[in-house]
């Protein structure tokens, strides 16, 4: 008996001092005999979860230049494909220019005659340059110029730029427009073939 008690003392003294979990509820006695209070663990604490860091939300959507039109000798018009840019404060860098398997081919009706790029909503340009690369060429390893006109560094004065189409062949085509005050630049394209 005297075994049995020390024992239950023991386990008391654990239990009271937290080596065997937290200390138990006072032991009952109905009998007048003592009880053995029996020690429960606790499990170990949970590592508390961290909150991912969140993006930030954009109060505006960033800017994008509008699209510009290729107007062809006969009048019809083609949307441009817009590639590299910076543009009030946006900038998206295209690595290359687009592939032509990428864009809709626009046949030009004959090698002479004016072909004209403008930006439907009234975005004026301080300059511009136009340019091409054979169609599998969008690494744009040999480009040749084609024409260009007014200053970059110069005020916003054009609304359209001319120029002759590139020789007969299949081609892809860069017009790249400045814009006012040193604000930025576009590049658009097109896939073209001149008879």
């Known amino acids: 008996m005297r075994g049995i008690v020390s024992a ?6 654990l239990v009271g001092c937290g080596v065997a979990g937290p200390p138990a509820a006072s032991p009952s006695s109905t009998s007048g005999s003592p009880t053995a209070a029996v020690a429960t663990a606790t499990p170990p604490a949970s590592p508390t979860a961290t909150a991912e860091p969140s993006a930030t939300p954009i109060d505006e959507p ?4 509008p699209l510009a039109i290729l107007r062809l000798p006969d ?48 975005m004026t340009f301080s300059a511009w ?15 040749m110029k084609l024409a260009d006109g007014g200053n970059p560094e110069g005020p916003p004065t054009l609304a359209e730029a001319e120029f002759s189409p590139p020789p007969s062949g299949e081609w892809l085509l860069e017009v790249k427009v400045w814009l006012p005050d040193g604000e930025g ?6 896939y073209v073939a001149v008879p």
């Open 185 to 190: 630049s576009v590049s658009y394209y097109w």
């Open 62 to 65: 960033l800017a994008t230049p």
């Open 8 to 13: 239950q003392l023991a386990m008391l003294v």
């Open 129 to 143: 340059r136009a340019s091409y690369a054979d169609r599998d060429d969008h690494f744009a390893e040999m480009v």
């Open 75 to 122: 009048g019809r018009e083609h949307a441009a494909r817009t590639g590299s840019y910076c543009y009030m404060e946006s900038c998206s860098d295209a690595p290359y220019w687009p592939t032509a398997a990428s864009m809709i081919r626009v046949d030009v009706p004959s090698a002479d005659g004016t072909l004209a790029v403008t930006v439907p909503e009234s």
